[in-house]
């Protein structure tokens, strides 16, 4: 008798021991089924409903412009030291619904110049895509005008919707995006916003445009 109790107390704690292990092989996901591993590697990219959206008109991205209504003033906050100042222009926007990652960027997805007056979500159209900003300065060719990379102040590879903080004024930009879809297309585009009526100016560098998810109040412009 003693035996089988022995035998059935050791077969009882090798089933405990073999569902162990299967609950630690499932790729890390919590008891509540969801990856925690994504955002702690760096690799963070949310669903975006609004892809259909950029899939539909052929745009190589998106944006929103997050300071449109002028409220606050980003040049004389840094994003990086004060990113309290610039999580709360985004609980206040009003996107956070519409978009309802927006609140939970993680640390990897901001990018932003020292100074920049500007602040945009940015949506790769393809969540695969490869991303640089790189900042700007004005070339000395006098017969044009035209502008020379800097350094390359961000970079991602999975098409992550970002944040961009840039654009000390609204005459040059100051940062380029170039973003290199999975098929190797290329889509360069300084965001600035348009002295003429306040929107994002949205045209690359091909003439291909990024789609404005900006909320204006008689709807979105059209540009020049």
Known sequence: ????????????????TALSACSTADGGKNAAGSDDTATESGVWNPTVPQ?????????PCGVVNLLYDGIYD???HDIVSERQYFTDIIAKSGYTEEFDFLASVPDEYWAGTAGGSD??????????AKVEV???ELSDDVESVSFNTVETIYSQDNGAPFLLKCNVGDIFP???????????DVFEWSPMISMRDGSVFTTGEDGRKAHD???????IPEED
């Open 74 to 76: 980003a040049y004389n």
């Open 1 to 16: 008798m003693k035996m089988k109790k022995w035998l059935a107390t050791v077969l009882a704690l090798a089933m405990l």
């Open 213 to 219: 998810f900006t909320h204006y109040p008689d709807g």
């Open 119 to 128: 602040f945009y979500l940015i949506i790769p159209a393809d969540e695969n």
């Open 174 to 184: 100051e940062c380029r995006i170039v973003i290199t879809d999975s098929k190797g």
């Open 51 to 59: 892809r259909a959206v950029l899939a539909e008109d052929g745009s």
């Open 134 to 136: 790189n900042t700007l």
